[in-house]
């Protein structure tokens, strides 16, 4: 089950920050981050490739996106 | 059309974005715009304040084509590639205040972001302790993210209404400065207010700064350009993508100037600056950390407005309005110094800020 963060309707840098966050508690395995705009979604790909994880899908959901990255 | 945004949005997009807008902000400089002002969102909101007659300092009032460009290239940009997207609701009156206070701190020192930049590519050495200031400010700002600030979320809106009403202001904006033009040797048309001398009485062509004005909206809208986002990344996250586009503007607005004989190093009698140093960086420290609690710099507050940001129309709104209050009661500085009472607003204005900061959480 991975983990989900809620980053909609969120400024900037806070989707990334609670990303960073997740990445920072799990060490690895797989998250899910919900984000509303493209430049979230830019950003919070970015950040999670920094890391060293990677993006495995990007899904257009309701009126934004839904990020899934994993490490193994 | 999808590759093209992708590569605005990479690294080498996001530099080329830079280097053309500091090519684009010099040469504006040399077409007529003020000096070390060819792109200044703070100043030229501060002159479309001027223009409407919000405050009556006759020497700074000019319906800047640039700003009304900026929102609308970057809702036209957004319509383009499907990324207008209605919303508002997020701690807007906060964020009016926090525009109001911006702009003050940003006409204390005499310069937004953009500006600063652009002083430095010009030589002016008292743009160093803005620049100090500035980053000062967003550190300030990034303790308060990395501590749970923050606005809370915005909504949504299901009715357009939400985010078309700024750009529709600006395209308002724009229609009575066609058909209002300035009276030869006048201060005033039918209903706007213009400079006969100052800064608001030097400007490029109304159209060329139009155009300007509609591709960087467009090319910033696609790269999500920000000078604030530059240096909080940086400390944040120690990521660089943001601040290559400043560093990319600041050096092509360097050589340029240099071509354009436009480089004049030093501290004393630069153009629209004074030298109190303490109040160069205690402005910006204001404006740096009013920005940084509002999520993006004075152009990147235009560029999400044109998106259909509702609250960061409400942030632009606020930078106007406190550019009225900052000619209206003596706040703004001018070449001879700081105005009368520019210290004091200062120094509220950062108290204002840090209660923002301390008390607005996530949660």
Redesign the interface.
């Known amino acids: 089950m991975a983990e989900i963060v809620d980053a ?7 989707p ?2 609670l990303t ?1 966050e997740a990445i920072k508690r799990l060490g690895k395995g797989e998250i899910e981050i919900l984000v ?4 979230s979604k ?2 919070v790909s ?2 999670a490739s ?1 890391m060293g994880w990677q993006i495995e899908n990007v899904i257009e959901e309701g ?1 934004g996106y839904r990020i899934r990255i994993k490490r193994d | 059309m999808g590759e093209w945004k992708n590569f605005l949005a990479t690294r080498w997009g996001i530099i080329f974005v830079g280097i053309l807008i500091g090519i684009l902000a010099s040469i504006l400089q040399k077409l007529g715009n003020p000096p070390n002002m060819g792109i200044c969102v703070a100043c030229m909101e501060r002159d479309i304040a001027g223009a409407l007659g919000f405050h009556r300092a006759s020497v700074v009032q000019y319906m800047r084509p640039e700003i009304l460009g900026f929102v609308l290239g970057a809702f036209l940009s957004a319509l383009a590639f499907r990324e207008f997207r209605p919303r508002g609701g997020s701690a807007p009156f906060i964020r009016f205040i926090l525009g109001v206070f911006a702009m003050i701190g940003a006409l204390v020192f005499l310069g937004c972001p953009w500006r600063t930049l652009l002083r430095l590519a010009g030589g002016d050495g008292n743009a160093i302790f803005g620049l100090l200031g500035l980053i000062f400010g967003i550190w300030i700002g990034t303790r308060f993210l990395k501590a749970g600030y923050s606005l809370g979320r915005t909504q949504v809106s299901t009715s357009k209404a939400v985010g078309l009403g700024f750009p529709l202001l600006m395209l308002g904006l724009l229609i009575l400065l066609l058909i209002d033009p300035q009276p030869e040797g006048e201060s005033r048309g039918m209903l706007l207010f213009y400079s006969l001398k100052g800064p608001g009485s030097q400007h490029a062509p109304l159209l060329i700064s139009l155009a300007v004005g509609l591709l960087i909206g467009v090319i910033a809208q696609r790269s999500r350009f920000c000078t604030m986002g530059a240096f909080r990344d940086l400390i944040l996250f120690r990521q660089g993508h943001l601040f290559s586009g400043i560093a990319a503007l600041f050096i092509a607005a360097f050589i340029t100037n240099l071509i354009l004989g436009q480089f004049n190093p030093g501290f004393e009698k630069q153009p629209i600056a004074h030298t109190m140093q303490l109040w160069n960086f205690l402005g910006m420290t204001l404006a740096g950390l009013a920005f940084t609690l509002a999520g993006g710099c004075p152009g990147r507050q235009l560029f999400m407005s044109g998106e259909g940001d509702g609250d960061a129309a409400v942030f632009a709104t606020g930078m106007i309005v406190g550019a009225a209050i900052a000619h209206n009661f003596g706040l703004a500085s001018s070449p001879s110094g700081i105005g009368p009472n520019g210290a004091v607003a200062t120094v509220i204005g950062l108290i204002v800020c840090l209660i923002i900061g301390l008390t607005m959480r996530r949660r």
Request: proline fraction near 5%; charged fraction near 30%.
């Open positions: 909609r309707g969120l400024s900037c840098p806070e990334v920050l960073l509303d705009t493209d430049t830019e950003n970015r950040a920094s009126s």
